[in-house]
């Protein structure tokens, strides 16, 4: 009864490859985000959803897309990968703005 | 300028003691969230603590507690009692305004909990 999951877990890939990484909460949140963990263990915000709609797009090349089928549901679709994608990209889900926000397990994206 | 500062890139404490984790942040808006996370070694993020800008009262959850002194834009993360699973990465994280769900996160705090 995971609250946020994300698939996979681990993604190892070659340059130039496009994938998905899928994001599922079953908390009834009306908003989900997708955050990039560098290297560096810096996180940043990449989108937000708030049911199914777009709400923020921090300036992330539009390599990057999110797509949100339902409001459960918040996945990240990556063209043309560049070995600077690599990354652990989280998943997270809200109730409302403000609020608390509750983490995936994490995907670590490998770009060879 | 950085929004939220983190000067301890580690710590150290023995099991038992008390830690205080540093964090100052920097905004104008009168009203925002400071929130506290932790990042075991298996690398998922845990939600702590909460507290708005408007609180009177020092967030406490359990062990953890915020020490928020509004002046000085400090939200200090207190833990009592280390145990040695509270090793792990800790991330301050503001959230300016009111109607928004950007959170901005600091550089964290490796603490390392030894025996």
């Known amino acids: 009864d995971t609250a946020v999951s994300q698939t996979p877990k681990y993604l190892v890939t070659q340059m130039g490859n496009d994938k998905s990484i899928k994001c599922e909460q079953n908390?009834?949140?009306?908003?989900m985000y997708w955050y990039k963990q560098d290297s560096k263990k810096f996180l940043k915000i990449m989108f937000s959803?708030?049911?199914?709609?777009?709400?923020i797009n921090e300036t992330v090349p539009n390599r990057f897309s999110p797509k949100s089928p339902d409001k459960a549901h918040l996945n990240l679709h990556i063209n043309s990968l560049e070995l600077g994608d690599s990354a652990v990209y989280f998943c997270a889900s809200s109730q409302d703005y403000g609020d608390e926000q509750f983490f995936g397990p994490g995907t670590r994206l490998t770009v060879l | 300028a950085q929004k939220i500062t983190q000067t301890q890139p580690g710590m150290f404490v023995q099991e038992k003691e008390a830690v205080t984790l540093d964090c100052t942040y920097d905004?104008?808006?009168?009203?925002?969230?400071l929130f506290w996370y932790k990042q075991p070694s298996s690398g998922e993020m845990i939600f702590l603590i909460y507290q708005g800008s408007y609180d009177e009262q020092n967030a406490t959850e359990g062990r953890y507690s915020l020490n928020f002194q509004k002046a000085r834009k400090s939200a200090n993360l207190v833990i009592s009692a280390s145990q040695l699973g509270d090793s792990a990465m800790y991330f301050c994280?503001?959230?300016?305004?009111?109607?928004?769900?950007?959170?901005?996160f600091g550089t964290g705090t490796r603490l390392q909990v030894f025996p």
């Open positions: 959803y708030n049911n199914k709609e777009l709400i």
């Open positions: 905004t104008s808006d009168q009203s925002y969230g």
């Open positions: 908390l009834g949140h009306d908003t």
């Open positions: 994280a503001m959230r300016e305004g009111y109607n928004t769900d950007k959170l901005i």
